[in-house]
């Protein structure tokens, strides 16, 4: 009997403490995000903080749409090379300073001059900018440039205090202020970072929560087990392999978007000596080895069927997705058809280079015994990430297992891996058809000019096959179930307007 | 022993110098271009240039080398790429917490470790020392990563008796300071413990039978008497020593235990600026915990000295 009284009342206290801290949510990160600076940030669980903490210009919905944030509107003029925004009225800093155009112009500058930037390139097409009032700013570009306003969905457009960055410059990071819905107030690195509700936030009425907490947790089955004792309210991605567990988990809910990255295969096809191989040379064997795979088994073998079976830049869940190319499934006959075709009748042995990391190594294992059967011999080169990187990108490769974050722009994820001279082509790709292709997608403002473009590419790579494109991760987030109203976005941030806990 | 201390300082020198070059040799001897993975993914050419130049990356080697150790002198250990803290500022942030993970640890491992030692020794050849021997043996065996995440499904999952991982500094807190900090230093104090046993049962077995452990029970003094005055007494050197050691150790960072339970401590510090190839942060805690090291080291010896008269004659 007292047994059971000391129970209840435990179980009346640990109610009431919930209930005193019901409005500080906490969220378990995968890694410890870099430094606090939007202009000068690089990973993607960064961006998961700055979600709450600092506003851009634009936003976009779960279907891509891009939607007003601090710019409630904006025009093209007719030849595409000015871009008029008109901006929130009676939005501020943390600090107190209000928003205008003039912090706009700050801003861009700031992106476009401090000398530690990363966004240099995101915002390189624009020439100048000027407020033309208190709440309306011009951008005047050097030449036509559609994925601008993509850009100012992301780092490139969160807006930070100016009188901040004049004070803090290069160390703006230590300290953040921006206009998000959260203001910055302290972070222990490899601990948490601390958030709390910003008063004068021009949409406060949306925020259900005083704090928010992000706790770097890098042990899946630890941000797990931390959800399940009540540590956390909710967590991001959550490991492929945990989401039968978490779904039959009564107090947890397992919420999931499919990212706009994507998982390749890049094969270097004129990138110096490396290029030098029956892979590298021949368009039918790239064809072979994507048709010796079969997708779905990579899908359920790898990531127990969580993830999006894929084969062109864009995952099938997007708008840009070319749906006359789905797809295909696993043909060996046609596989070794085809290279009997392109001269190699007993097979052919290639190396592909590939992450040393778990689940990436397990992949190319799958992909190594399916390609056997098809009489391509995988021999698979297991390097550290940062290696793997330097030999792809001195073309001291044959083929290379990597992917793509995505971005929120088409143009993101094909344009400079597949245009002559692109930034980050690393097999060296060229073809004028697809360079004029893609060029005209990235300079036109008409959406449904750039589909018909990028359609018409997906129609040329996918004979060429620089890439051999295998899947999209997907974004999964579980979460305790007393939390309510969070929506799933295919950038995999954490937006939290209008997520609560329910009573 | 003023004059003792004074000359193992001063040989300890040349190994603080050994190990700068090292720390700092084997760093760029990683394969991997480091400005490759802070450039970010779109790997714009312009700012590898500036990074690499920021970072004196084109300069020879010696040139960074001497460049480093010149900071080092003026107290400067750098910035980290990553987050643009001062590399002394973290290191004075991790200290606290890696200090309290391991004296925490420490003292269970003392608790666990002596007694069972002593009791095992004492008890050569009965049950009581074969449960001791093996209990020891499956603390040495069982890893760390495996023990942690058990504990954190068994105590913080089905239980809910301690949060599962985090940290709460001790100024903040004290009660969920050590409450978050316990199952960590039950984990690590265990192996600690086993080692403990062990050397303490080797030790207090030879003791033992020395002739004057026999001539105390000869005079008819009491057992316990025998056992933690005359015996556990001069067993004691071997033991200080290996505490020492260990403390080092921890000192270093217990990189698994850290990762498992959050704890913001050097070796999750130091694992994530490998992966993130934040060099002046390798450098500067690996540097760090390698001349505590050293120091603990000459503290072990002095403690030997206090502890062992003979010793104080050479």
Redesign the interface.
């Known amino acids: 009997m007292t047994t059971k009284r000391t129970f209840a009342l435990a179980l009346a206290m640990g109610l009431g403490a919930s209930w005193a801290q019901a409005a500080d949510l906490r969220i378990g990160l995968q890694d410890?995000p870099?430094?606090?600076?939007p202009d000068?940030s690089?990973t993607f669980v960064g961006r998961i903080v700055y979600a709450s903490l600092c506003d851009k210009l634009v936003d976009i919905t779960p279907d891509l749409e891009i939607i007003p944030q601090l710019a409630t509107g904006w025009e093209w003029s007719d030849d595409g090379l000015e871009l008029t925004m008109t901006l929130r009225e009676g939005a501020s800093f943390h600090d107190g300073e209000p928003f205008n155009a003039a912090a706009v112009v700050a801003n861009i500058d700031r992106s476009q001059n401090l000398?530690?930037?990363?966004r240099?390139?995101e915002v390189k097409s624009i020439a100048s900018v000027e407020a033309v009032d208190d709440y309306t700013v011009k951008f005047t570009l050097a030449s036509p440039d559609a994925t601008l306003i993509a850009q100012f969905a992301d780092r490139s457009g969160m807006m930070l205090s100016p009188k901040a960055t004049a004070e803090a410059g290069?160390?703006f990071?230590?300290n953040p202020v921006c206009s998000g819905p959260f203001e910055f107030v302290e972070r222990?690195?490899?601990?948490?970072i601390v958030l709390e509700k910003f008063a004068d936030y021009w949409n406060a009425d949306a925020i259900n929560f005083d704090k928010v907490i992000f706790?770097?947790?890098?042990?899946t089955?630890?941000r797990l087990?931390?959800l399940?004792?009540?540590?956390l309210d909710m967590l991001e991605r959550l490991a492929a392999t945990d989401v039968a567990s978490a779904s039959a988990d009564d107090g947890l809910i397992v919420e999931q978007a499919v990212s706009l990255g994507y998982q390749g295969i890049t094969v270097n096809v004129a990138n110096g000596a490396g290029a030098d191989s029956p892979i590298g040379q021949s368009e039918l064997v790239r064809k072979a080895l994507s048709l010796a795979i079969d997708r779905d088994v990579i899908n359920q073998v790898v990531f127990e069927g969580a993830f999006a079976p894929g084969n062109q830049s864009f995952p099938p869940t997007s708008p840009w997705y070319n749906a006359d190319f789905p797809v295909e499934g696993r043909d060996v006959d046609a596989a070794k058809a085809l290279l009997a075709e392109a001269g190699f009748p007993d097979g052919i042995e290639i190396d592909i280079q590939v992450a040393n990391n778990p689940v990436q190594t397990q992949l190319m294992q799958v992909v190594q015994a399916m390609a056997g059967e098809a009489a391509i011999k995988i021999n698979i080169v297991a390097k550290?990430?940062?290696?793997?990187?330097?030999d792809q990108?001195a073309g001291d490769y044959t083929a290379s297992q990597i992917g793509?974050?995505g971005r929120v722009d088409p143009d993101g994820n094909i344009h400079?891996f597949m245009t002559t001279g692109g930034?980050?082509n690393d097999s060296k790709y060229s073809n004028p058809e697809v360079d004029a292709l893609l060029d005209k997608a990235r300079t036109s403002t008409d959406l449904a000019v750039r589909k018909e473009s990028y359609d018409a590419a997906r129609a040329i790579l996918a004979d060429e096959l620089p890439i051999i494109y295998l899947y999209h991760v997907t974004w999964i987030w579980a979460l305790d179930d007393k939390m309510q109203g969070f929506v799933p976005y295919p950038d995999g941030m954490i937006r939290l307007e209008g997520v609560s806990f329910n009573e | 022993m003023l004059a003792f201390l004074g000359r193992r300082c001063l040989i300890a020198i040349p190994t603080i110098i050994l190990i700068s070059i090292f720390v700092f040799g084997l760093q760029k001897l990683l394969p991997g271009d480091p400005v490759l993975v802070m450039a970010g993914e779109e790997r714009d050419p312009e700012l590898i240039a500036l990074l690499r130049e920021k970072y004196r990356l084109n300069d020879p080697i010696p040139v960074q080398y001497a460049a480093w150790v010149g900071n080092i002198v003026q107290g400067d250990l750098g910035i980290s790429l990553r987050t643009q803290q001062p590399v002394t500022a973290l290191i004075a942030e991790k200290l606290p917490v890696t200090v309290q993970l391991a004296v925490m640890a420490l003292i269970i491992a003392l608790v666990i470790g002596i007694p069972a030692g002593v009791l095992s020794a004492y008890k050569k050849g009965t049950w009581i020392d074969w449960v001791a021997n093996v209990v020891a043996l499956s603390g040495l065996s069982v890893p760390n990563f495996w023990l942690g995440i058990m504990m954190i499904l068994l105590v913080s999952v089905q239980l809910g008796w301690l949060p599962a991982s985090g940290y709460v500094p001790l100024s903040e807190d004290p009660g969920q300071s050590i409450r978050t900090m316990l199952m960590p230093a039950f984990v690590l104090g265990t192996a600690l413990a086993a080692t403990l046993m062990r050397h303490t049962r080797s030790a207090m077995l030879g003791v033992l039978q020395s002739d004057y452990v026999r001539t105390a029970r000869a005079k008819g003094m009491g057992e316990g008497t025998v056992l933690v005055k005359h015996a556990l007494r001069n067993a004691l050197v071997p033991i200080v020593t290996v505490t020492t050691l260990l403390f080092g150790e921890l000192l270093a960072g217990a990189v698994l235990t850290e990762q498992i339970f959050t704890i913001p401590g050097f070796g999750k510090l130091v694992v994530d600026a490998v992966f993130n190839r934040d060099y002046a942060v390798v450098q500067g805690v690996v540097l760090c915990t390698g001349v505590a090291f050293i120091f603990l080291n000459i503290l072990a010896d002095a403690t030997q000295r206090v502890l062992n008269p003979r010793m104080r004659q050479e």
């Open positions: 410890d870099d430094v606090l600076d000068q690089r000398e530690e930037s990363r240099k390139s290069v160390e990071g230590l222990v690195q490899q601990d948490r706790l770097p947790i890098p042990d089955t630890v087990a931390n399940r004792s009540g540590d550290e990430f940062a290696t793997l990187l330097s990108s793509w974050s400079q930034g980050i």
